[in-house]
């Protein structure tokens, strides 16, 4: 069996050293069992299902290695079968749990990268977002008025119907067409860290190692930068007028707000390493991160941060000079 957590150095976020435990040897039954269990209470409780889920497809993988893949995969496309089956609605509901429980749990045990981790969000958010373009397409108006409608919406209940709110809300209307795909991507990002839970809880329990993944080594790797490069540059192009513009610019303006999760992470690290460095008090690192996350929602700041130390290196981090393969 292959995991990338044995091996700190190969780590992005390397775990924090901590005693260990008891392990428990993994059965493929019973994570067969968890598997099924998670993906019917994700029908109710999505992100408690994603758990348990993740955590059942991460014992098969520690219990049968390479054939544990093929397991979860055949369990996971039978499940999603049987829901379609019986119900549609719960193949709706459970088709991005699935790909995301599964993708996670095969991207951890495999060793989980910044890269790979990506690649399951951008895949859960795709499979939401297909799914509801589809119901949108048979049910009348198309995915982007649905969503727009639904975003203005809200924003018109949260400032109220007085004539600054209606002012501030058509101000937002543009900013909502562009931004609209972002609510798939957020939500299977959310997927992917209970996932990413479950999973961990799982390989804590099979290998008796409690230790804890470190903020403090994240490191992002350098195809986020050209990502965002190129989509500022397509931003900028898509006010040129031609006729697809709108498009290029949703999905443009989707792109830098998702990359920029990763640059908030990588200025997170670098905060997180100067605290632990500095031996900074309990109260300190509350009042410290409440600071930064509000200057990350107003001013992007812990985002420029990160961007910046894919260059400047504040943390004296082991990089081969692409570092696109950095590990978490």
Known sequence: MQDGSSDPRQGAIVPNGTPMRRAVPPRNAHGAFMLALGCVVAIFLPYAGILLAAYGAREVLCAKARRGVGLILFEG??????????????????????????????????????????????????????????????????LQDAMVSYLMAAVA???????????????????MMALWPLVYVVS??????????????????CTGDPRRPSLSRFDAPMWSVAVLAVSIVCVGASFTGFPEAQIVRTVSVTAIMSV??????????????????????????????????????????????????VWANFRKLERDGSHAQAKQ
């Open 77 to 142: 496309v039978g499940l999603l079968a049987v829901s379609f089956i019986a119900n549609v609605t719960y193949a709706v509901l459970l088709a991005p749990v699935i790909v995301c429980s599964l993708g996670i749990a095969w991207c951890m045990w495999r060793g989980a990268t910044v890269t790979n981790v990506s690649v399951v969000v951008v895949l859960t958010a795709l499979t939401s977002l297909g799914i509801d373009a589809a119901i949108a397409a048979m049910t009348g108006p198309s």
């Open 188 to 205: 299977a990002a959310s997927y992917a860290l209970f996932a990413g839970l479950g999973s961990h809880v799982m390989q804590t329990r």
């Open 157 to 175: 209940q949260s400032v109220g119907t007085g004539i600054e709110g209606e002012f501030l809300a058509s101000g937002l209307e543009p900013i």
């Open 260 to 309: 920029r999760i990763i640059f908030a992470c990588q200025g997170f690290g670098v905060l997180s390493a100067l605290m632990a460095r500095r031996r900074f008090g309990c109260v300190t690192r509350f009042i410290c991160i409440l600071l930064v996350f509000w200057s990350e929602m107003m001013f992007f700041a812990m985002s420029i941060v990160g961007l910046i130390d």
